[in-house]
């Protein structure tokens, strides 16, 4: 890993649309949904930072024509499953959350069990740690979809780091989706909250900086990689953490795609090729979605 490096652009051929059977689709927290589908292909080529395109209609229907993208919250190689986590917001995913919660095995002459057509999966994945790094992992909102997948591979790793650190922000605690299942893995994980009620009061990236200049200080900054998803404020932050402190940074940006595989331009990200170069734009679903933020432009190249 160099500091002019760029995490590995997706080569990959466009996957196929197919269906994916709905195994279950759970209510895990306020306008928060666990859907869990299987699909062999998808299970098996998901990684940390990959997403999937969902067609949010029923089959032959192309109202709406886009896709939505999800990250890959978790999958099961050896089930055939992958796990999206997911929040109600609008028409698509409203369309998702009415799936079907538990569809049974059809019975003779019974109904066919739920799918939903999804291609996948899409995209680049984090880079891992060197050996007896500190891996910090720094989410809010739907961001922590991909760090989840990201820490139980880590966890599971023969090469593991030498600590893994959640950092999971939040307006306040009712809103700490997902943290008992960090809970449960062998990690550290910390939380902090807008409003104080638990946790770090402030920003996640401020309880990032207290780790770096207390738990983490005097550490070789080049043992310390961090990795992060969520909104773009906080991304933008976390390029300028990774900036003035020299630190190793992937971040998955999640953006308003339309075609999802490279044909639209309607993703594009300004990005430096290595530190102090020009500017180019990628496009967030084929050259990304994790990019070195280092490299990123201030702002993200949002309002541009
Ligand atoms: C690579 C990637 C990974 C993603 N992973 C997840 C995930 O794991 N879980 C999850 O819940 N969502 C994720 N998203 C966001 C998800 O795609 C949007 O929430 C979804 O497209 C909304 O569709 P909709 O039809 O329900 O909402 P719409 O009716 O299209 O929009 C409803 C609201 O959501 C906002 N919105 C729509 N798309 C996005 C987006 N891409 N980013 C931020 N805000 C958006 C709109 O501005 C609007 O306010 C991801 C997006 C990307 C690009
Ligand atoms: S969404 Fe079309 S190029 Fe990325």
């Not at 760029?6 to 269906?19: D, N």
């Not at 992958?82 to 019974?110: F, Q, S, V």
Request: glycine share 12%; proline share 9%.
């Amino acid at each position: 890993m160099t500091l002019e490096s760029t995490p590995v652009p997706c080569r990959r051929q466009i996957p196929e649309a197919g269906p994916s059977r709905v195994v279950f689709n759970r209510k895990v927290g306020p306008g928060w949904l666990l859907l869990r589908l299987e699909e062999p292909a998808i299970a098996r080529a998901a990684a940390p930072g990959s997403f999937v395109e969902v067609l949010c209609a029923v089959p032959g229907s192309y109202d709406p024509l886009l896709r939505r993208p999800f990250s890959v919250y978790d999958a099961d190689p050896a089930a055939g499953t992958y796990d999206l986590l997911y929040i109600a917001t609008g028409r698509g995913t409203r369309w998702m959350a009415a799936l079907p919660e538990l569809p049974e095995l059809p019975e003779e002459g019974g109904s066919p069990p739920a799918h939903a057509d999804v291609i996948g999966p899409f995209g680049n994945r984090f880079t891992p740690p060197p050996a007896g790094a500190t891996a910090l992992l720094v989410g809010g909102g739907v961001g922590v979809a991909p760090l989840y997948f990201f820490a139980r591979e880590l966890c599971a790793s023969r090469e593991r780091p030498a600590q893994v650190i959640l950092c999971m922000g939040a307006r306040a605690a009712d809103q700490l989706q997902g943290i008992e299942e960090f809970r449960k893995l062998p990690i550290r994980s910390e939380v902090s909250t807008d409003d104080g009620s638990a946790g770090f009061h402030g920003l996640v990236t401020g309880l990032l900086e207290h780790l770096l200049d207390r738990d983490l200080k005097g550490g070789d900054p080049r043992r310390i990689t961090i990795y992060g998803c969520g909104p773009t404020a906080m991304n933008e932050s976390l390029r300028r953490v990774a900036i003035e402190r020299k630190l190793w940074c992937e971040i998955c940006v999640e953006a308003r795609m339309a075609c999802g595989f490279g044909i639209c331009f309607a993703c594009v990200v300004p990005i430096q090729k290595s530190l102090g170069g020009a500017y180019y734009n990628r496009r967030i679903c084929l050259e990304g979605p994790v990019f070195d933020a280092r490299l990123l432009k201030p702002g993200l190249g949002e309002h541009e």
